[in-house]
DNA sequence: GCGCACATACCAACCGGTCGGTATGTTGGC
DNA sequence: GCCAACATACCGACCGGTTGGTATGTGCGC
C-alpha cells in the first residue's frame, strides 16, 4: 500500500509466492527433485515469471534458504522465552519451544537449510554456504545468553557457548533426520528431551547462581 | 572361488562395483542428482548390466542402503570398544571411535541412509525405510550396552536405554549436517564431545560400580 | 544349444533455460 | 492533460540435452 505502486506490489506477490511455495516443496521432495515447471505449476505463475525473478535454479536455491531465515529468525525473535529472567531459563525456553514444535507432523517441522544442504553440498556451493548462514546465524542468537550463563555462574568450561549453541542445532537437525528415517516425531522429541538434560546437567554441576536475587527458582517452566 | 562359476563371480562383481559406486556418488551428489547414465560410466559397466541386477533407480537405492548397512555393521563388529569389561567403556568406546572417524576429510565420514533418506522420505518410502532400518539397526546394537551400564549402577533413570541409543545418532547425524552446511569437520567433532560429555554425566550422577570387580577404573580411554 | 550376463540402440518424457512478444504501468516533454 | 518513449512484469512456445527405462542382439560358459 504506502506509497509502492500495484506493479511492484504484485511483483513482489509472485516473488514471495514462489519463494514460500518452494520452501514447501523443497522441505517435502528435496531441491534436485523439486523441478522449475512443478514449482511454477504450484504456484500458480508461469515459467517466464520464474526466470524473470531468478536468474537460475540455483538462485532461488539461495534466496529460498534466506527467505526461510528471514521467516524462522522472525518467528524466534518474538519468541516468549526471551523475557526470562536467568540466561538459563532462556536457554532452556528455547530448548522447551523447540521441542514443543515437534508436536505436528514431520514435513511440518523440518528444516529447509538442513534438508538443501545435503544435496547442495557438493554440487551448488553457493546454496550451501547459504544453507551454512541460515543455521550458523540461527545458532549465534543463542551464544550470548550460554554466555551470561556461563558468567552468572563463574564457570571456565572445556568447552565454548559457541560449541553449545551449535551442538544444540546439531541435535536438532539429527532429530529432524532420524525422525525421517523411522517415521516418528517421538524419536525426535526424545532427543531434544536428551538435549535438555544435557544443558541442566552442564550447569547444574557448578550449583546455583550465586548472589543478588533471591526469586529465581532456578528452572521455572511452563510447558506440556 | 571354491565352487562359485567364474560367470557368477563376475555377476557378483558387477553388481557389487555398481553398489559400491552407488555409494560413493550418492553420498557426494544425493540420490536424485546421480543419474543412472552416471553411475553405470562410473561404474563401468553398462546400462544393460544396470537394468539386468536392479528393477529400478528406486530399488538400487533400497540395496544400496542395505549395502551400506552391511558395511558399517561389519566395520563396527570387529571394532575393538566392545572389549572393555565395563560397558559405560563400550559406550564410550563406540564414541571415541565415531570422534576418531571425523578426522578425515566431509566426504568420507558422511553417512549414506541420513543423506538419502531426506530425499526419499516422501518420494520413496521403500528407500526411506532401508534408511531407517540401516540407523535404527546400528542404534540397536548400543542398547544392550546401555542397558549393562543401567544395571551395574543400579539406575532407574527416566530415559530408556533405546532414546539414548537413538540419541547418539541424532547427533552424529546432525553433526554430518551441520559438517556439511559449514563446511567444518571440526564442529562435527566438537558436538561429539558434547555427546561423550553428556554420557558422562548421565552415568556419573549415581557414583561408580557398586561392588564386586575392584580394577575398573571407571572410565579407560585410550586415544587421542 | 541353451540360458545367463551383459552390450547396444533406442524411446518418450521431462529437464533447466531461452526468447520474442505483450499487457500494464510510469515518466518526462510540451 | 496528453501522448510518445520507456520500463517492468509476465507469458508460453520452444530448445538441446538428459532422464529413467526398454527391446533386441550377442558372446560365452556349461
Wanted: one cysteine or more; proline letters at 3%.
Amino acid at each position: 500500500m504506502s506509497k509502492a505502486s500495484s506493479s511492484e506490489a504484485k511483483a513482489a506477490d509472485t516473488r514471495t509466492r514462489l519463494l514460500d511455495t518452494a520452501l514447501r516443496l523443497v522441505r517435502e521432495r528435496g531441491f534436485a527433485a523439486t523441478s522449475v515447471n512443478d514449482l511454477c505449476a504450484a504456484a500458480g505463475v508461469t515459467k517466464g515469471a520464474f526466470y524473470h525473478h531468478f536468474a537460475s535454479k540455483e538462485q532461488l536455491g539461495v534466496e529460498a534458504a534466506r527467505h526461510w531465515a528471514d521467516g524462522t529468525s522472525a518467528l524466534f525473535a518474538q519468541a516468549a522465552y526471551h523475557a526470562a529472567e536467568d540466561p538459563l531459563d532462556r536457554i532452556l525456553g528455547y530448548v522447551a519451544l523447540r521441542r514443543r514444535m515437534l508436536e505436528g507432523e514431520i514435513a511440518e517441522f523440518t528444516c529447509l537449510a538442513g534438508t538443501m544442504v545435503q544435496e547442495a553440498y557438493a554440487q551448488h556451493p553457493p546454496i550451501r554456504d547459504a544453507c551454512g548462514a541460515t543455521i550458523g546465524g540461527h545458532a549465534q542468537t543463542l551464544v550470548a545468553d550460554i554466555e551470561a550463563a556461563i558468567a552468572a555462574r563463574g564457570m571456565a568450561p572445556a568447552w565454548s557457548a559457541q560449541s553449545l549453541a551449535l551442538h544444540t542445532q546439531a541435535v536438532l537437525q539429527g532429530a529432524f533426520v532420524l525422525a525421517k528415517a523411522l517415521d516418528s516425531a517421538a524419536v525426535a522429541r526424545d532427543s531434544v528431551d536428551h538435549l535438555e538434560r544435557y544443558i541442566r546437567c552442564l550447569f547444574a554441576a557448578d550449583a546455583a547462581p550465586p548472589a543478588a536475587s533471591a526469586d529465581a527458582p532456578a528452572t521455572s517452566e511452563d510447558e506440556r
